[in-house]
């Protein structure tokens, strides 16, 4: 089939890539002209596994980028993938979306037949419908359920397997009240459901806004709870791993996103959270789970530099921050809880020197007057301290490393660090 991207962000690409791969001929939309270069010359615009792989087969043949709206025309469904950024108030800007939705509109009263549009970002409930779908008719003189069809299509792709995570989903959802829609969905994702046992959710288009929202808040809440009760195992020197490893063995609890520590970060659970308890306060509903989800989370860094306080007074010392990263394997540091770890050691007035694999460059626009150094054993020599925010593997074989600290305080945030004898070590919830 010949499809549309509008949008090459992190799920346009990744999305536009993968659908080439299946077989079809993609045509990735977006306004900026070096990004669309860059696809048509073979390279990735973000990197995430697998991808560039995939660019460099596709691009500029079945993959084709281009600032040029007109060429949706000649494409049978077009997918918006643009961004929907928080507000102040944590609700979600349509700015880009609404225009993205109007220049499409406008590209489609020239075409003669019909489209289906399926929303990719992810936007609250009601959006597709109340917003978007009326913005595509008017622009583009076509009738909704006639010669115009709606859907929504969320995704549920993860940083640093993203590509893994599209080609092999548990579930791809359908949202949408039309059935040409329904159909056209299905040929799309064809190439893919016929080699993979992924549940195919047919629903509404609210519906499947919700989804979206439903599984980043369950998993974000189910952490929150986690770290919750793992600063309760904390207290009475419970190993909360032990405990998560066998609620995990119950069906209804399931063994993943039990890791307690310092927090969940990224560029989705907390917007998404955000966006969600913004929609219910507009409707006059307090989701006071969610509140207290999102409470639990600020508090873990808190916890993380009090638990540093009880050993040693960081004032004017070196402090070691191992991990930058919201998550290992990704150079991504938005909402990663290594900004407020690191703004609390400098509201203490420590000198923090600071180490990540990947993520170093990203962090420094956050905080240009830190210390970046190569290697976690040079965060570590003379340190009087150090915390460790994101579970790279590598920080696991760390040992000797820590005889070179002044003060071997260790505290541990991700529980990838080996207890051993000549460290004070403290997990952060064991
Ligand atoms: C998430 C969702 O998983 C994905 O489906 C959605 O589309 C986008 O948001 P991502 O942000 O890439 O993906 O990260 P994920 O691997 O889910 O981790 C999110 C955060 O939770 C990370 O900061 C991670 O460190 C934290 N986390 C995760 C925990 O603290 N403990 C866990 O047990 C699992």
């Given at each position: 089939m010949?499809?549309?991207?509008v949008?090459?962000?992190?799920?346009?690409t990744?999305?536009?890539?993968?659908?080439?791969?299946?077989?079809?001929?993609v045509?990735?939309?977006?306004?900026?002209?070096?990004?669309?270069?860059?696809?048509?010359?073979g390279?990735a615009?973000?990197?995430?596994?697998?991808?560039d792989?995939?660019?460099?087969e596709?691009?500029?043949?079945?993959l084709?980028?281009?600032?040029?709206?007109?060429?949706?025309?000649?494409?049978?469904?077009?997918?918006?993938?643009?961004p929907?950024?928080s507000?102040?108030?944590?609700?979600i800007?349509?700015?880009?979306m609404e225009?993205?939705?109007?220049?499409?509109?406008?590209?489609?009263?020239?075409k003669?037949?019909?489209?289906?549009?399926v929303v990719?970002?992810?936007?609250v409930?009601?959006?597709?419908?109340?917003?978007?779908?009326p913005?595509?008719?008017?622009?583009?003189?076509?009738?909704?359920?006639?010669?115009?069809?709606?859907?929504?299509?969320?995704?549920?792709?993860?940083?640093?397997?993203?590509?893994?995570?599209?080609?092999?989903?548990?579930?791809?959802?359908?949202?949408?009240?039309s059935?040409?829609a329904?159909?056209?969905?299905?040929?799309?994702?064809?190439?893919?459901l016929?080699?993979s046992?992924?549940?195919?959710?047919?629903?509404?288009?609210?519906?499947?806004?919700m989804?979206?929202?439903?599984?980043?808040?369950f998993?974000?809440t189910?952490?929150?709870?986690v770290?919750?009760?793992?600063?309760?195992?904390?207290?009475?020197?419970?190993?909360?791993?032990?405990?998560?490893?066998?609620i995990?063995?119950?069906?209804?609890i399931?063994?993943?996103f039990?890791?307690?520590?310092?927090?969940?970060?990224?560029?989705c659970?907390p917007?998404?959270?955000?966006?969600?308890i913004?929609?219910?306060?507009a409707?006059?509903?307090?989701?006071?789970?969610l509140?207290?989800?999102?409470e639990?989370?600020?508090?873990?860094?808190?916890r993380?530099?009090?638990l540093?306080?009880?050993?040693?007074?960081?004032?004017?010392?070196q402090?070691?921050v191992l991990g930058l990263?919201?998550?290992?394997?990704?150079?991504?540091?938005?909402?990663?809880?290594?900004?407020?770890?690191?703004?609390?050691?400098?509201?203490?007035?420590?000198?923090?020197?600071?180490?990540?694999?990947v993520?170093?460059?990203n962090?420094?626009?956050?905080?240009?007057?830190?210390?970046?150094?190569?290697?976690?054993?040079?965060?570590?020599?003379?340190?009087?301290?150090?915390?460790?925010v994101?579970?790279?593997?590598?920080?696991?074989?760390?040992?000797?490393?820590?005889d070179?600290?002044?003060d071997?305080?260790?505290?541990?945030?991700?529980?990838?660090?080996?207890?051993?004898?000549?460290?004070?070590?403290?997990?952060?919830?064991?």
């Amino acid at each position: 089939m010949n499809l549309s991207i509008v949008g090459s962000g992190y799920v346009g690409t990744t999305v536009a890539a993968c659908f080439a791969d299946l077989g079809h001929n993609v045509t990735n939309v977006d306004i900026d002209e070096s990004i669309v270069a860059r696809i048509n010359d073979g390279g990735a615009p973000i990197h995430e596994p697998g991808l560039d792989d995939l660019v460099a087969e596709y691009g500029g043949d079945r993959l084709r980028a281009t600032t040029d709206y007109d060429t949706i025309r000649e494409t049978d469904v077009t997918f918006l993938a643009l961004p929907t950024p928080s507000r102040d108030d944590g609700s979600i800007d349509l700015g880009a979306m609404e225009a993205g939705a109007r220049s499409l509109g406008a590209t489609l009263a020239e075409k003669d037949g019909d489209h289906v549009v399926v929303v990719k970002s992810t936007v609250v409930p009601g959006t597709t419908e109340e917003t978007l779908a009326p913005i595509l008719a008017e622009e583009s003189g076509k009738a909704l359920g006639e010669d115009l069809h709606v859907a929504m299509n969320p995704e549920f792709l993860r940083e640093g397997s993203a590509v893994e995570d599209f080609l092999h989903p548990d579930k791809v959802v359908f949202g949408t009240d039309s059935e040409t829609a329904t159909e056209r969905l299905h040929a799309v994702f064809e190439p893919l459901l016929d080699h993979s046992d992924a549940d195919v959710v047919e629903t509404g288009t609210r519906e499947a806004e919700m989804i979206k929202y439903a599984n980043n808040a369950f998993l974000a809440t189910k952490v929150s709870l986690v770290n919750e009760l793992g600063n309760v195992c904390k207290e009475y020197d419970v190993d909360a791993y032990e405990v998560a490893d066998a609620i995990g063995l119950d069906d209804r609890i399931g063994e993943q996103f039990l890791r307690s520590g310092v927090g969940w970060g990224g560029s989705c659970f907390p917007k998404d959270v955000a966006a969600l308890i913004a929609a219910a306060r507009a409707v006059e509903y307090e989701p006071s789970l969610l509140e207290a989800a999102v409470e639990v989370n600020d508090k873990q860094p808190k916890r993380l530099l009090d638990l540093l306080d009880s050993h040693v007074d960081v004032a004017g010392k070196q402090v070691a921050v191992l991990g930058l990263s919201f998550k290992p394997g990704t150079d991504d540091v938005r909402n990663s809880r290594a900004i407020p770890v690191i703004e609390g050691l400098l509201d203490r007035n420590a000198e923090v020197v600071a180490y990540d694999p990947v993520a170093a460059e990203n962090m420094r626009e956050h905080f240009p007057d830190i210390e970046y150094v190569n290697s976690a054993a040079a965060t570590l020599e003379d340190a009087h301290g150090a915390v460790v925010v994101t579970d790279w593997d590598e920080f696991a074989a760390l040992d000797q490393e820590f005889d070179a600290m002044a003060d071997a305080v260790v505290v541990d945030g991700r529980r990838i660090i080996e207890r051993r004898d000549g460290i004070t070590y403290e997990g952060l919830t064991w």
